[in-house]
Structures are given as structure tokens and as C-alpha cells.
């Protein structure tokens, strides 16, 4: 039975069975043309959109707003992106999601795009290194921090990535064990699904420190609210953050036109000033 069918039915049960050609009914019919109209016309498969579909890791988030309006304004080209963990934004490319554009938070998660033979070239490309810092906001007992406070008594929650599929979480965990901290953190560890979810917990005091990356560390927010200590780059595998072109987007030479773009010295310079550095 259709929809219009149905309305009619559950108004003639409720006002009992009007007058042929009555008022009633007709308003009736009127009112049940217009919601199944709708319903129609919300069924209808929305145009495909011209902006450049980009998968971005989540450390990205403070980061490529900022780059996307200037971006946009120096070409009138613009972004639809996507933000996750690095791992998670993989699974759903290899799945089929329609990307053009893959920025990941290293090495490692691009290349499987490019063993899957769905990259369009042979390799990632780097774009920045990213920093792996603890924070924790200006309020907390625990200031003035260091990385001993990691091992502090009064310490019973510290926020990290996921390392099954977050870089940044790969990186904490790392630093931990090289520096003989992972066995006494490890009961304390509130495990975010990835790094932007983790500054979050530690910001909203839901976690009392948090290894973040320096990205979110360096937003007037996170500056304003709390303080951090960069992680030794020497206790993790560097963090380079590499793209990946996809073999079948539609939008390859502008997806192209966009990393070339990221890695020009000004917006290298830019980048660093939100947390990420240069690669070159």
C-alpha cells in the first residue's frame, strides 16, 4: 500500500468516514500530496558535488581549515573533508569511499592505499613531520608539568591515541617504553579514538594529561587553557605524514594541484606555525 493510501487510511479511522467531496476530505488529500511530495523530492539523489573530496587524519583538523579558506581564496577550488584516524580513513578508502585526495598522519597507512593499487603513483607523498607533545590544562595540580609528571603518584588518567590505527597513538606508545614509562602508565591510559578525540578528553579535564599533537597543542584555545612539553622525537618513529592520490578520482589533476600547493615554502611556513614541520 502506497503512502498516500496509508495517510487516507489513518484519517478516515481517526475523523470516521467523511462526506464525498467534502471539505475534509479534500483538505486531507491536499495535505497527503504535499508530505508524500516531499518525501519524493527528499528521495531524490543529491547532485554530485564539485569540491575536492579529502580524507584528512585527524591531527589535521586544527590545521586544514585555515589552509582550505586561503587555498580557496588563491583559486576559488574548494574542500570537502573527511576527518578520522589514519587506519580508519584506509579501511574506508580500501571499502570503496570516494576519495580524491588521502592526507595521512605517516607513512605507513598511505602506502597500503598504494599496495592496494588504488594510489596513482608508487609511493606516498611526504608533506609534513608531525610532534607528539604532552599537555594538560593550567588548572591542573599537576603544574608546572614535565614528562616525569607522566609517572606522578596523584596520576590516574592519561589520554592517548589508539595505536592500532592512529600514528600518534603509535608514537605515544613508543615514547612511553623507550622511556621506561609504559609499565607504570599503562593502568592509567584513557585510549581516544584518535589523536583530535584525545586532546579533547584531556581538555575537557575527562583525562588529567594527554599526548597530542602539536597541532592541537598550538591552537589560541589550547594555549590559552593549558601548557605542554614536546616528547623527545628521539622515544618515536618520526611522524611523517604523507598523501596519496586516488588511481580512480575524477579530480586527480586538482587533487595534484593541492599538494603541490601544500608543499610550496610559504605554506611549508605556515604549516609550521600550527605544529606541523616542513619535510624539506
Known amino acids: 500500500m502506497s503512502r498516500f493510501s496509508w495517510f487516507l487510511l489513518g484519517y478516515r479511522t481517526r475523523r470516521g468516514e467523511p462526506k464525498a467531496g467534502g471539505l475534509r476530505l479534500r483538505a486531507a488529500m491536499v495535505l497527503a500530496a504535499a508530505v508524500c511530495g516531499g518525501f519524493a523530492q527528499a528521495q531524490q539523489p543529491?547532485?554530485?558535488?564539485?569540491?575536492?573530496?579529502?580524507?584528512?587524519?585527524?591531527?589535521?583538523?586544527?590545521?586544514?581549515?585555515?589552509?582550505?579558506?586561503r587555498y580557496e581564496k588563491a583559486t576559488g577550488a574548494k574542500l570537502a573533508v573527511s576527518y578520522g584516524s589514519s587506519g580508519?580513513?584506509?579501511?574506508?578508502?580500501?571499502?570503496?569511499?570516494?576519495?580524491?585526495l588521502f592526507l595521512g598522519a605517516d607513512f605507513v597507512f598511505p602506502?597500503?592505499?598504494?599496495?592496494a593499487e588504488m594510489a596513482d603513483a608508487k609511493s606516498p607523498t611526504p608533506y609534513a613531520r608531525g610532534t607528539l607533545v604532552l599537555w594538560a590544562r593550567k588548572d591542573s595540580p599537576l603544574q608546572p608539568i614535565?614528562?616525569?609528571t607522566l609517572v606522578d603518584k596523584r596520576v590516574k588518567t592519561v589520554a592517548i591515541a589508539n595505536d592500532l590505527h592512529a600514528p600518534y597513538g603509535q608514537?605515544?606508545?613508543?615514547?612511553?617504553?623507550?622511556?621506561?614509562?609504559?609499565?607504570?602508565?599503562?593502568?592509567?591510559?584513557?585510549v581516544a579514538e584518535n589523536i583530535a578525540q584525545t586532546a579533547q578528553f584531556v581538555e575537557s579535564g575527562n583525562a588529567q594529561l594527554g599526548l597530542i599533537s602539536l597541532t592541537a597543542?598550538?591552537?589560541?584555545?589550547?594555549?590559552?587553557?593549558?601548557?605542554?612539553?614536546?616528547?623527545?622525537?628521539?622515544?618515536?618513529?618520526?611522524?611523517?605524514?604523507?598523501?596519496?592520490?586516488?588511481?580512480?578520482?575524477?579530480?586527480?589533476?586538482?587533487?595534484?594541484?593541492?599538494?603541490?600547493?601544500?608543499?610550496?615554502?610559504?605554506?611549508?611556513?605556515v604549516m609550521a606555525t600550527m605544529g606541523l614541520e616542513p619535510v624539506k
Open 46 to 69: 543529491a547532485k554530485a558535488s564539485k569540491d575536492l573530496r579529502v580524507a584528512a587524519a585527524a591531527d589535521l583538523q586544527p590545521v586544514l581549515p585555515v589552509l582550505a579558506e
Open 88 to 100: 580508519m580513513l584506509t579501511t574506508q578508502i580500501l571499502n570503496g569511499a570516494p576519495m580524491d
Open 111 to 115: 602506502e597500503k592505499i598504494v599496495a
Open 146 to 148: 614535565s614528562l616525569d
Open 171 to 190: 608514537a605515544a606508545v613508543s615514547a612511553l617504553r623507550r622511556l621506561n614509562m609504559y609499565d607504570q602508565v599503562k593502568p592509567h591510559l584513557v
Open 217 to 269: 597543542a598550538s591552537t589560541p584555545r589550547f594555549q590559552a587553557e593549558g601548557t605542554f612539553v614536546r616528547v623527545p622525537k628521539s622515544s618515536y618513529v618520526p611522524i611523517l605524514q604523507c598523501a596519496v592520490v586516488m588511481a580512480k578520482s575524477d579530480r586527480r589533476a586538482e587533487a595534484h594541484a593541492f599538494l603541490d600547493w601544500l608543499l610550496k615554502p610559504e605554506i611549508q611556513a
